[in-house]
């Protein structure tokens, strides 16, 4: 089970940090995927970690604004988003998959229900 939380409202510029809580299954042997969805728009990949090593990766739209990261105590993965623009505006899910990270959105098998992100200009 996945439990996103932290979205909300900010400004153009401001920052959030996303949390994704999870239960049921062995997080280090896990891998955590954060995706979004605006309205009218296919769910995109925002950032990956691979939980057994810590590897990341970031899709080019958030590289050096979003940095992802775990404390595998807590089983627990954040998002932390700075310099955030209007078009970050979107749904933001975790996802975990078996393995390491992938990019791909099919890979993952457990969804969290997503938290809102609203950017204002």
């Known amino acids: 089970q996945l439990q996103a939380s932290g979205g909300g409202l900010v400004q153009a510029g401001g920052s959030l940090r996303l949390s994704c809580q999870a239960s049921?299954?062995?997080?280090?042997?896990?891998?955590i995927g954060w995706f979004r969805q605006a309205p009218g728009k296919e769910r995109e990949g925002v950032s990956y970690?691979?939980?057994?090593?810590?590897?990341?990766d970031y899709a080019d739209s958030v590289k050096g604004r979003f940095t992802i990261s775990s404390d595998n105590a807590k089983n627990t993965v954040y998002l932390q988003m700075s310099s955030l623009k209007p078009e970050d505006t979107a749904v933001y899910y975790c996802?975990?998959?078996?393995?390491?990270?992938?990019?791909?959105?099919?890979?993952?098998?457990?969804w969290g229900q997503g938290t809102q992100v609203t950017v204002s200009s």
């Open positions: 996802a975990a998959r078996g393995g390491g990270r992938s990019r791909f959105p099919n890979d993952y098998n457990y």
């Open positions: 049921g299954f062995a997080f280090d042997d896990y891998a």
């Open positions: 970690i691979s939980l057994s090593d810590g590897d990341t």
